[in-house]
Each structure stands twice: as structure tokens, then as C-alpha cells.
């Protein structure tokens, strides 16, 4: 019964260091419920988040590397692994953040979707700001758009619900396809039988949670709610856009739903997402109260079990996705497009963008055979339909004047018309279209002698616009010891051609090119791993070569005085190599350490940083458990000196961010975590493409604090 005494010391500190009165209010929230907590839960089992063993840690198992359960020592792959508890430790709220405690890999907001961090893995910046080049699943379902590829346009992508996350850092096309280019990402998600977690803190930020089983008539249902929402960052002017220098800030929200549905031999897993962002730089403009990013994803998935026997186990599914983007953004601000834009003269901003609905369909098997304890074939096939809509432009113009003019006379109205015309021609971003796209794969493991385990793999891709590609994959682990292992690992992968690369329009500024072949990559990684009394240490040496590269040209084509169009043209080679350190040390009974140190030799050196460090040192004791983790990223190259453009090198400075969590066992199924989110109030900068000032960076947040509880019931 003292909990409530110690909730009511970190009130007043917390209203001592001004924190917002969302917060407050919210102490007072989890002093009523830990009272009743108290009162109702007693005899449950300890939470693991306050038990620490190294042994435990190294031992967790991983699927990612070949759709079975194996440790990382003995994956045939470059993997990284963090748990449910790992993440809860220390208090990363959002794949986005984990990423940076990645070894290779660091993470950037974009102008073209500040919203999201878009990760960069093994120097490789890619072709634009969703990072088409890493493929991101959840539970082995797709996320990657075939209208850009990336899947990183949504911000927050929430690990509560995930069970583990595993991140392999290389080409994994072999066995999952196109965009598992330079590196794959899957979130295992596991929704817990009754959980509840509510934060809020600085920015008047809301975060609610909530997992929850049953079971009726045989059926096993998983619920899984999430609802996110901040009033973002308050900014003073960095940017200049048309002759506007405003202040801005970068709300953003995103809420998801999911459920699970298990009866016999059958599975059915249905997910949504809605996330949107506000004002701040969207599409390089700055456009408070106009600039907003709408993004909603649906996707069913069910599964059939159709053979599980000691030899054989094979699944079937079907899947359905669908998507839908909207995109708004002050275009030309209103002083202006009274001037140039408003037939009329009318004082307003001109409001742009455009409307996006894009899915895909699907449907195929997977499964395995064991020949014997030490042989085992893996294999699936797929076939899938990729889908996109008309994709208009949208605006604040009254629609029947443009279409009757053919875009010579435009006239503002108080609504939002979809469909634009310039010089008699209508644009549209993308026309409606589809491909069809199938894949055939098998995958041998087996054993060379009692201490090497060889992986042989192929996969075939077939794209009805671009024809078919073959990825193959080889790999040895060797161990030496218990505890030593050495492997060595060979893989190819391909990033196709998106549909906004073979067939947008110029209204996109972007220019199709339905001739474009897919960019192929192929890495050696050399692999030490050695586990000491105490710790661990991982020593990856990669060296990856890029063909067919893509790249963007300008074109002598003018559908706008002053506009640029770029077409995407293969042609491009380039060589990636680096040396990736990952070590993890046991202090003593209380204290863990986890790190990780990573130098480009050969990189993209526009976009990206050289050298990449991160830590984390976790200590717990009885009921509290404290983690100080941050990670460090280099200076970047943003603009290299060029005749009449810039005289000198633009360099983004380097920076060191840290975070400070600390989580109190109040009983055994009620904890609450205090959070700092960039300790020591770093003004650090990211890499845009966009000029008017943004060449020096684009702002990151500040400092925030906040308080939650989560309760198991």
C-alpha cells in the first residue's frame, strides 16, 4: 500500500520540471488503478522484464534466417534479434527507433514523408524516402507497396503487440521475393491474454494499448487495439518555400486493429492501420493546416494447415490487401497564387496532391520435409496480383471550370476535386493497372560432417512487365567449438521495378520507363561468433555488389516552366563494404550490456553515415529495472561542392542521442515506466533531397518525458 506514496513523489518531480498537465493528470490515473491492482493481483508470476540472464538472451531462437527455429549462431544469415522484453527494457516505442540499435543500419526522416523513419541498411541510401530496398512483414505477410516499394510511409510502426522482432541484414530474396534487397524485417506479433497500457507525456502525447483473449465454441479469438496520437514538435523557421519562412510543428497520429481467429486446422489474421501526419515539410513544402498525409491499410489473411506429420508439414493461404493514400500539400502559398494561379485573383493557398488506392491479392503454399535429423527441404509457391487505381491529382479548384477550360482557367473553391488539366491534357499521377507475379522456391539444409551445416536455396520470380529473375543462396556454418562458430554466407537478391517507376506520368515530374529491369545485388558476408564465460561477441565482414543500378536522369521534356522531369534509368554499379561489431556482456548479476559498431569502407556517401555505434547497459534489481541506451551516427555528406550550386561540402554534423527508461514492478502484474527520449536535448539534423535550406538538414525532436502503466489481467 505504499505504491501510492511513491506515485505522489513522482508527481511533484514531474510538475517541478513542468512536464504538461496531460501527464499529471495521468500520475493520479495510475495511483487509483495500482491501488486496485494491489488490492486484486498477487500471486501471479514474476515478470520476466525484471530477469536478466545472458544465457537466456543468446539462446533465443530465430526464423527468419530459414523458416525454422534455429539460434543465431546457427542461422545462415547476418541476423539480429530483440524480444518483447528487450524493447520493453528499453523503452523503444516504434520499429523506426529499434532499428538504430541495429548493427549496418540507422534511420532518417524524409521530406517526402517526414512521418516515418526510413531505415538505410549497409550504407545504401535507395532510390527514394520509403526505403524500397528493405522488405518489412509482419508475421511473413508482405508490406511493401508495388506502387514505390517501400513500406516506411507510415509513421509508428507499434511493437507492443510483437513478440519478437528479427532484422536480417543482406539479400533474403531467395527466400521472400523481391525488395528483400538489402535487407528483411519481420515483427512476430504474440497478443497477450489481457493487457492494458496507457502512456502519455510531452507533446501532449496519448498512447493506448490494448491485447486480449477468449475462446468460444473451440474458437481461439486475439484482439489487439492500439491508438496513438501527439500534437508534435513545435519548430521555429528553417525553411524557405516560396517566399513563405514559417514556424511549423509535426503532429502525427496512427491507430491499428487486429485480429486472430484459430479454429482446428484453420487460421484467420485481419489487420488495419491508419496513421496520418500534419503541417510540418510534406512533398519539400511547408504548408500548417494544408499539409496532410492520410494513409489506411487493410489485410486478411487465412491459412489452412494441411499436412502436420513427424516428415511432412505444408500449409495453404490466401491473402487479400488493400490500401489507400491521401496526400495534401500547400503547392503555392496564397500572395503568390493570387498572382500566378487564381484566375481570378483570390487571395488563398493553392492546395495540390493526390489520391492513391493501390492491393494486391494472393495465394500459395509453404512447407518442409525432413528427410532425417540431419536433411531438410523447405519449400513454397506463390502467385499474386498487384492492383492500382486512377490516381488523380487533387486540389481546391473548382473541377467542372478546369475540365471545361482544359486547365486554362482555374477558380478556387472550399472542396477538394480530383482531376487536373494543363495545356487541354488531363494528369494523372498513375493510370489504372495490374501484373501478375508468381514464384517457385526450395531450400536445402543439411549437414557437410558433425560440425558444418550447409544452406543451398533458389528461388523463381516471374513479373508480367518485366519478365523472370533467379536468386540463389549458399551458405556454411562451421562450429568450431561450443562456443566458437565461423560462416560464411552468400546470397542474391533483386528490387523490381515499381509501378510508379514503369508507369507514371509526367504530372509526377517523374517519367515512366516501362524498359527498366530490376536492380540485382550480390554479398558475401565472413562471420565470427564467439561466446566467452560472460559475453558475446559477433564480427561481420560484408562486401555486396550492385548492377543494373537505378538511377534518376533529367529529361528535355517541359510540362512546367521551371520543373524538372527525371526518368529512372538502369545502368548504375556500385560496391557496398563494411565491417559490422556486435557484443553483448554481462556485468555482473544485475548489469547487461549490449553494443554495436559498424564502418563503411565503400558506401553511398550523399545521405548516409560513415560509422555507426549504439549501446544499451541495463540494470536491474527487485522490483526496478533502469536502461541508458542511445546510439551515434556520423557526420553525412548532404550536398557535395559543384560549380554554381555550392562551393564547399554541405555536412551534417554527428550526434550521439540518448534515451533514459525506468520501469517499476508495483506487483506482479502492474508496472509503470518513466521515460526520456533524447536525454540531453540534441538538435541533430537529417538528410533531404529538397534545397531551400533543407540542404543543412531537416529537424528532429527534443527532448520529451513521458509516464505509462501497463496491467496484466
Request: hydrophobic letters at 35%; glycine letters at 8%.
Amino acid at each position: 500500500m505504499q505504491h501510492p506514496k511513491f506515485l505522489l513523489e513522482l508527481h511533484n518531480i514531474l510538475w517541478k520540471i513542468g512536464l504538461n498537465h496531460t501527464m499529471q493528470k495521468l500520475t493520479t490515473l495510475i495511483g487509483i488503478a495500482c491501488v486496485a491492482c494491489t488490492l486484486t493481483s498477487t500471486k501471479a508470476e514474476a515478470s520476466s522484464l525484471f530477469e536478466l540472464s545472458l544465457r537466456e538472451l543468446l539462446q533465443v531462437k530465430v526464423t527468419i534466417a530459414n523458416l525454422s527455429e534455429q539460434t543465431s549462431a546457427d542461422a545462415a544469415a547476418s541476423v539480429t534479434v530483440y524480444t518483447r522484453e528487450d524493447i520493453r527494457r528499453m523503452g523503444i516505442g516504434s520499429l523506426e527507433e529499434l532499428l538504430n540499435y541495429v548493427p549496418g543500419v540507422q534511420t532518417a526522416r524524409t521530406q517526402q514523408e517526414f512521418s516515418s523513419q526510413a531505415p538505410i541498411f549497409r550504407g545504401n541510401t535507395g532510390q527514394n524516402g520509403t526505403s524500397p530496398s528493405i522488405l518489412l512483414m509482419i508475421d511473413g505477410r508482405r508490406l511493401n507497396s508495388h506502387v514505390h516499394g517501400g513500406a516506411f510511409e507510415s509513421p509508428l510502426n507499434n511493437l507492443d503487440w510483437v513478440k519478437q522482432v528479427e532484422i536480417i541484414r543482406g539479400p533474403g530474396s531467395t527466400l521472400y521475393g523481391a525488395n528483400a534487397f538489402m535487407g528483411v524485417i519481420n515483427l512476430i506479433t504474440d497478443i497477450k491474454p489481457g493487457e492494458l497500457s496507457i502512456r502519455a507525456g510531452s507533446l501532449n502525447t496519448r498512447d493506448f494499448s490494448l491485447q486480449y483473449q477468449y475462446q468460444w465454441k473451440g474458437i481461439d479469438t486475439e484482439i489487439f487495439f492500439h491508438d496513438y496520437r501527439d500534437n508534435g514538435e513545435n519548430y521555429s523557421p528553417f525553411y524557405q518555400f516560396i517566399g513563405s519562412f514559417d514556424a511549423t510543428q509535426d503532429p502525427r497520429s496512427r491507430r491499428t486493429y487486429a485480429l486472430k481467429l484459430n479454429y482446428e486446422n484453420w487460421s484467420l489474421d485481419s489487420y488495419y492501420s491508419n496513421s496520418t501526419a500534419d503541417d510540418f515539410i510534406l512533398g519539400s513544402t511547408l504548408g500548417n493546416d494544408i499539409n496532410r498525409q492520410d494513409i489506411r491499410i487493410t489485410s486478411h489473411r487465412a491459412t489452412y494447415e494441411a499436412l502436420n506429420t513427424s516428415l511432412w508439414n505444408v500449409d495453404v493461404y490466401a491473402e487479400y490487401m488493400s490500401a489507400t493514400t491521401d496526400f495534401f500539400i500547400r503547392i503555392i502559398p496564397a500572395d503568390v497564387a493570387s498572382a500566378v494561379w487564381w484566375a481570378d485573383g483570390s487571395a488563398l493557398d493553392a492546395i495540390g496532391g493526390n489520391h492513391l488506392a493501390y492491393g494486391f491479392h494472393q495465394g500459395g503454399l509453404d512447407g518442409n520435409h525432413r528427410l532425417n535429423d540431419n536433411h531438410k527441404l523447405t519449400f513454397g509457391l506463390e502467385y499474386r496480383n498487384e492492383q492500382v487505381d486512377d490516381n488523380p491529382v487533387h486540389g481546391n479548384w473548382i473541377d467542372e471550370v478546369m475540365r471545361e477550360s482544359l486547365g486554362t482557367t482555374i477558380l478556387p473553391c472550399e472542396c477538394i476535386s480530383r482531376g487536373f488539366w494543363l495545356g487541354g491534357v488531363q494528369y494523372d499521377f498513375l493510370e489504372k493497372s495490374d501484373r501478375d507475379v508468381a514464384n517457385l522456391w526450395i531450400q536445402d539444409q543439411f549437414k557437410l560432417g558433425p560440425n558444418v551445416d550447409a544452406t543451398l536455396g533458389i528461388r523463381y520470380d516471374h513479373y508480367e512487365d518485366f519478365g523472370g529473375h533467379s536468386s540463389i543462396r549458399a551458405s556454411l556454418v562451421y562450429q568450431h567449438s561450443e562456443n566458437v562458430h565461423m560462416k560464411i554466407l552468400y546470397g542474391e537478391a533483386f528490387r523490381a521495378p515499381a509501378f510508379i517507376d514503369t508507369r507514371s506520368t509526367p504530372a509526377s515530374n517523374f517519367a515512366a520507363n516501362p524498359d527498366l529491369k530490376p536492380e540485382l545485388i550480390s554479398t558475401i558476408d565472413v562471420v565470427w561468433q564467439v561466446k566467452l564465460r560472460n559475453s558475446e561477441v559477433i564480427l561481420t565482414r560484408s562486401h555486396s555488389s550492385i548492377k543494373d543500378e537505378v538511377n534518376l536522369f533529367p529529361l528535355n521534356i517541359i510540362i512546367q516552366e521551371g520543373v524538372t522531369v527525371f526518368q529512372p534509368q538502369n545502368g548504375g554499379r556500385s560496391t557496398l563494404k563494411n565491417w559490422e561489431l556486435e557484443w553483448t556482456q554481462s556485468l555482473s548479476e544485475k548489469i547487461i550490456f549490449r553494443g554495436g559498431l559498424t564502418h563503411h569502407n565503400d558506401f553511398v556517401s550523399v545521405g548516409s553515415a560513415q560509422t555507426l555505434a549504439f549501446f544499451a547497459i541495463n540494470y536491474s534489481v527487485e522490483n526496478l529495472n533502469v536502461n541508458l541506451n542511445g546510439f551515434y551516427h556520423d557526420e553525412v555528406l548532404s550536398r557535395q561542392a559543384s560549380e554554381g550550386a555550392f562551393s564547399e561540402d554541405i555536412n551534417l554534423k554527428d550526434f550521439w542521442r540518448l534515451n533514459f527508461t525506468a520501469t517499476y514492478k508495483m506487483n506482479p502484474k502492474t508496472n509503470i515506466q518513466f521515460q526520456v527520449k533524447n536525454l540531453f536535448d540534441k538538435d541533430y539534423k537529417s538528410h533531404t533531397t529538397a534545397d531551400g535550406g533543407l540542404e543543412y538538414g531537416l529537424p528532429n525532436r527534443g527532448r520529451t518525458l513521458s509516464l505509462g502503466l501497463n496491467w496484466r489481467f
